[in-house]
């Protein structure tokens, strides 16, 4: 039986096994070196393999590309599917709603009136049936009805443009020019914005 000494090959060969074993910092040292090794070859190994002319055979590649290291052959789109649309088409022209230009009328109507000592509660509880919800609880918070350049209406509405289901329509009144979108909701027709005209 072989006396085993700390000497010759054999004890270089079992430090080199045993060191990975010697404590647990040493084995988690062993295993992310080996993890980056095997990494690295098998990163390489393809393009070791790969030869020149091997693109050429390719689908979708050329016989007279040239093949560079690290840059990606062209890749030739061969889908016969119709390319998707990114746009809706702009919605069709309508005949005006009578119904969405009374509410409009109606809104600046009540947009309008403001007598002295109105409150703004009071105010927006006479928009709040022609109004959407969302219009409603947003932007005509902020208005205070003292504010309002016109007291009354002062000639018919008048449609500016009318699509499937929106209008925009104008109306004069003692002050500025109101233009006031309507919009065809389940209820019915209700303002969703207005503009002034300077």
């Known amino acids: 039986m072989p006396i085993r000494t700390n000497r010759g090959r054999t004890a270089v060969y079992r430090r080199l ?13 062993t295993l992310v070196i080996l993890a980056v090794v095997l990494t690295a070859v098998g990163i390489m190994l ?13 689908p979708g590649s050329s016989a007279t590309s040239t093949s560079r290291p690290g840059v990606a052959a062209p890749v030739t789109v061969t889908s016969t599917l119709p390319p998707r649309l990114t746009t809706q088409p702009p919605p069709s ?7 969405g230009v009374r509410v409009a009328k ?19 509880s006479g928009l709040k ?3 959407t919800e969302e219009f409603f609880a947003g932007e005509l918070t902020t208005v205070n009805p003292a ?13 500016i443009s009318s699509v499937v289901g929106s209008m925009d329509v104008d109306v004069q009144t003692d002050g500025p020019k109101v ?12 303002v969703t914005k207005f503009t002034q005209a300077s």
């Open 93 to 99: 022209s309508a005949r005006p709603d009578q119904d």
């Open 147 to 159: 504010n309002i350049p016109a007291t009354k209406i002062t000639g018919e509405p008048q449609v």
């Open 17 to 29: 096994w045993g060191w990975p074993l010697r404590s647990p910092r040493h084995l988690v040292g």
């Open 106 to 124: 109606e809104w600046v109507t009540a947009w309008a009136n403001h007598p002295d000592g109105i409150t703004a509660e009071q105010w927006l």
């Open 46 to 58: 393809p393009k070791a393999i790969e030869k020149p002319g091997q693109t050429a055979g390719r």
């Open 179 to 190: 233009r006031v979108t309507v919009v065809k909701t389940n209820p019915g027709w209700r």
């Open 129 to 131: 049936p022609y109004t």
